[in-house]
């Protein structure tokens, strides 16, 4: 199972720099023979970030159950 996703994960990459490799290899094409047709650079827009949700309420009822154990750890002695 681990082998195979490692595959997946090699021929993924493989084949992105394949895509990459020809793409350049147009662009260079177009570049020399005939600048004036070199299509224009598209940039790709960022994803966009989600807000970060606040953990506050997560942290203080682990504070709490923490808290708990403490007590009960002291009081049963």
């Known amino acids: 199972m681990i082998l195979r996703a490692d595959d ?3 021929i993924e990459e493989i084949d992105r720099q394949r895509f990459m490799h020809h793409e350049a290899a147009r662009l260079m094409a177009y ?6 047709k070199m299509p224009e650079f598209k940039s ?6 989600k807000p970060k949700v606040s953990d506050e309420a997560d ?11 403490a007590m009960r750890a002291s009081a049963g002695g």
């Open 8 to 10: 997946a994960r090699r």
């Open 59 to 69: 942290q203080a009822r682990v504070r709490g159950f923490f808290m708990g154990l």
């Open 31 to 36: 570049a020399f023979h005939d600048p004036g």
């Open 44 to 49: 790709i827009k960022a994803p966009e970030k």
